[in-house]
């Protein structure tokens, strides 16, 4: 089981604590200093609350404690509207698999206050669970398959490198606008299926990730796509983009500009959801993941229980891995959020 103490958790909330004394944004302004202090604190206490839990009773405190850490966004960035009133999503379908809990916004309240602060989509429709939980990078790999979903994706960005001169120094290449990468996590096996019908594969695909969109697949049509393998082993695909000029910083902007950066660097690229042009921001999807888990527990406990049972239920440890993947994601995203570098 995931410790609240660790490392990770306790440099995350002393940056967290640290912000109370001086709130951001427009967090220190009149009634707002109070609130964003309080909402912080009650926060902090939830989070231990249910890092001293076991699996069965953790969705309780732990959507509450979002839920308050959403306040303090809210007193802190909103200009207007920072009073967070209602739930302001709804979830259906708590007597079936886990996975298939659909959640949808209700037009106002808490989620789709939050998520219009952040400038991220919301869910104007429904959405499985299993699909909130895929799109997040935290718990893609532990997610089964037969949980559904397109996958969150890690992208590698590429550096092109030459000598300057004869014997000099190692400098980055200008003279290329190609900006690439790889691409890791694609469920499908491209190197099984017929070189004609690789680059169709690819498209289909990534039709779910608009931010993808442009992408160019190396080498002439008749020619396989090309894969590697990162030092762990997780097999990729090489794709590269048009950049908007041929320094390292047009390429890099260019393979930015389509990720979400993560606490520990890495780069990923999530699918829309809902009929969304762009992905929900990470804390959204996590609000989602959280009310989910939370509902089911309080609604249907003994459905929740038998859903944690390892010995009988094959998506118990997908549903361990959720909760302690976002004992130590929520906070970092709060933190990212109100204190973005």
Request: net charge negative.
């Amino acid at each position: 089981m995931l410790r609240f103490d660790s490392t990770t958790a306790r440099a995350t909330w002393r940056q967290l604590r640290a912000l109370r004394a001086r709130p951001p944004g427009v967090g220190g302004l009149g009634e707002r200093t109070e609130t964003f202090s309080a909402a912080l604190e009650q926060c902090e206490q939830l989070f231990e609350a249910a890092a001293s839990v076991g699996y069965e009773a953790r969705p309780l405190p732990l959507f509450y404690a979002l839920s308050q850490g959403g306040r303090a966004v809210a007193a802190a960035i909103a200009l207007d509207d920072w009073v967070l009133r209602g739930h302001g999503i709804g979830a259906s379908n708590l007597d079936g698999v886990p996975w298939d809990i659909e959640l949808k916004d209700q037009k106002q309240g808490a989620f789709k206050r939050v998520a219009d602060i952040l400038k991220s989509p919301s869910l104007p429709t429904e959405v499985r669970l299993g699909d909130l939980c895929a799109s997040l990078p935290e718990v893609v790999g532990s997610m089964p398959i037969s949980a559904g979903g397109a996958p969150a994706l890690r992208i590698a960005r590429e550096r092109y490198q030459l000598a300057e001169t004869f014997g000099g120094p190692v400098v980055d290449s200008t003279s290329t606008s190609v900006a690439g990468a790889m691409v890791y996590g694609l469920r499908r096996e491209f190197g099984v299926l017929p070189v004609s019908e690789q680059r169709d594969a690819l498209q289909a695909d990534l039709a779910d990730y608009p931010t993808m969109i442009g992408f160019e697949v190396p080498g002439a049509d008749d020619r396989p796509v090309t894969i590697g393998f990162d030092e762990a082993g997780v097999k990729g695909v090489r794709l590269m983009w048009q950049a908007d000029g041929t320094f390292d910083y047009h390429r890099r902007e260019r393979i930015m500009r389509m990720c979400q950066l993560r606490a520990n660097g890495e780069c990923w690229v999530s699918p829309a959801l809902a009929g969304n042009d762009r992905p929900l921001h990470p804390l959204v999807a996590c609000w989602a993941v959280l009310f989910a888990t939370s509902m089911l527990a309080r609604y249907e406990p003994a459905s929740w229980l038998r859903s944690l049972r390892i010995d009988q239920n094959d998506d118990a440890v997908a549903l361990e891995a959720v909760l302690d993947e976002a004992m130590v994601a929520v906070p970092q995203l709060l933190l990212h959020v109100l204190q973005p570098e």
